[in-house]
């Protein structure tokens, strides 16, 4: 692969679910198992029925332009792309493509690939509606209407991304700005985030930025999850390395290919020559209306703090390492915990070990979300009190935080079940010490010669304790009274 060059650019799909109806129909905009529950009969495309546009719809499409550093358009309109297809019943789709401006265009954007910060160029974003979805089987077709007319944003970058790792981590990073900013869960499992991507490959010597250099570019259509676009993308770029390395890398023609899971490959659809007339026109039943000046300001005042700027203020105001901030602001939601947590009081350090060494292993071998989680942010800050006052030590605290998972019970209630309690009492402590020393009086003589027998002392007083003596005081006696003998 070090002979050649690659080049990736990504059309990605984002359902917006946090709005209350559809993008043009007032049906409500919310997931469900149930087929054809959420329709109106625009939806359906009956005779007679007309869009209305939601306002919401596009003041979150205008929002995500914002963040993406796009422009934004002095008119809003919306254009008819005609085409039949089942999962269409109007027979066209309201989007906006062509001599009307999309809600954003021509933006620079800087997203991290690990560590190293990479910058790609939007060419634009633009708000539609969604199609229904299909299934197909072996003799017959069934269609869910439940998607038709759902606010989609459809984002185009040009081709700047030079490897799977660097689309994907875009790709992650635009998902988080969607959930941060409250437009949508992007949620691959419900079928809110779909991606197309192009890749073509070059000679490594020869000029990237003579598009004339550049191979014959193949387009990978709806592949639904981000281990999806690195495996197709990766794939493919093995595929025409093979296909460059035989000589026959220019014969091939430019073609649209599916990823085919069960095979892990990308698989022919269609060729792909010119370009497909979808014989676009301005939209006649939504005139077209100008953005205020007045209601741009506003929504970019409503911008929140994205995942990065998060990061930056754990690391700088609570002295976090990368590795931890980056792992707390990776989904909202377990940063809003987070944050909540120090807002009642909690230590930061602690709160990010919590979240990060057990909490988080939870919500993964669970399979749930931190909302799902029975132990609530007041709870956490109860557990870490009591383990700061010296209530419990370190490791009960953990005995305790597993009861709480899988009993349903508040920590506080755990501790006074289990009758557990850490002992801080100096001269009970002291006298179990003694003890133990005067029965192991050849240690002390070989904890004098260099040998470490400090470790067994303390272990005799927790075992003594049943783990309940303080270790930091136990530790400190200990020496006290090696030295005192």
């Known amino acids: 692969m070090d002979k050649y060059k690659v080049m990736i650019g990504l059309e990605m799909h984002c359902e917006i679910s946090e709005t209350n109806t559809k993008v043009f129909s007032s049906a409500e905009n919310s ?38 550093g796009c422009k934004q358009p002095e008119y809003m309109y919306f254009e008819r792309k005609n085409y039949y297809y089942p999962d269409m019943p109007k027979n066209f789709q309201i989007t906006q493509e062509t001599k009307p401006i999309p809600v954003g265009i021509y933006g620079e954007f800087e997203y991290y690939c690990g560590d190293e910060k990479k910058k ?95 191979g014959t570019k ?49 698989i022919f659809m269609r060729s792909k020559v010119d370009a497909i007339d979808y014989k676009y026109f301005v939209e006649p039943n939504i005139p077209k209306y100008k953005i205020s000046k007045e209601w741009l300001d506003e929504i970019r005042k409503s911008i929140p703090r994205f995942a990065n700027e998060r990061m930056e203020e754990y690391m700088d105001k609570y002295s976090l390492s990368r590795y931890d901030a980056t792992i707390l602001v990776k989904e909202k939601d377990v940063s809003d915990y987070f944050e909540e947590v120090i807002k009642l009081g909690g230590n930061p350090k602690s709160a990010s070990n919590w979240l990060t060494s057990v909490i988080l292993g939870h919500l993964n071998k669970y399979d749930i979300t931190i909302k799902e989680l029975y132990l609530t942010p007041q709870m956490l800050v109860d557990l870490m009190e009591m383990v700061e006052s010296g209530k419990i030590s370190s490791k009960q605290s953990k005995e305790v935080l597993y009861k709480v998972l899988s009993e349903g019970k508040d920590p506080k209630t755990i501790v006074d079940e289990l009758g557990i309690k850490q002992i801080g009492d100096d001269k009970m402590i002291r006298e179990l010490v003694c003890k133990v020393l005067d029965e192991h009086l050849e240690l002390i003589e070989e904890h004098r010669k260099g040998r470490n027998v400090f470790d067994y002392f303390v272990g005799q007083i927790m075992k003594a304790t049943r783990g309940q003596a303080n270790p930091k005081m136990t530790a400190q006696i200990i020496r006290e009274e090696i030295e005192k003998r």
Not at 41 to 62: H, Q, R, S, W, Y
Not at 219 to 246: C, H, M, P, W
């Open 31 to 68: 997931y469900s198992e149930l087929p054809n529950s959420n329709i109106r009969p625009i939806d359906m495309g009956f005779p007679g029925t007309l869009p209305t546009v939601n306002k919401e719809a596009v003041k979150m499409a205008l929002m995500a332009s914002m963040a993406l």
């Open 120 to 214: 790609v160029r939007i060419n634009n974003i633009h708000l539609e509606e969604d199609a229904a979805s299909s299934d197909h089987f072996s003799t017959y077709s069934v269609i869910d209407y439940n998607r038709a007319g759902v606010p989609l944003l459809e984002l185009v970058t040009e081709p700047d991304f030079r490897s799977a790792d660097e689309a994907v981590s875009f790709l992650e990073t635009m998902r988080s700005i969607y959930q941060y900013a409250n437009i949508s869960e992007a949620d691959s499992k419900k079928g809110q985030i779909r991606c197309d991507v192009n890749v073509s490959i070059m000679d490594k010597d020869l000029d990237e930025n003579d598009m004339r250099n550049w």
């Open 218 to 266: 193949i387009e990978i259509k709806n592949v639904n999850s981000f281990g999806g676009v690195r495996d197709a993308i990766n794939y493919e770029i093995k595929r025409q390395t093979e296909l460059k390395e035989q000589g026959t890398y220019d014969q091939m023609e430019q073609q649209t290919r599916r990823w085919d899971e069960e095979s892990m490959s990308t």
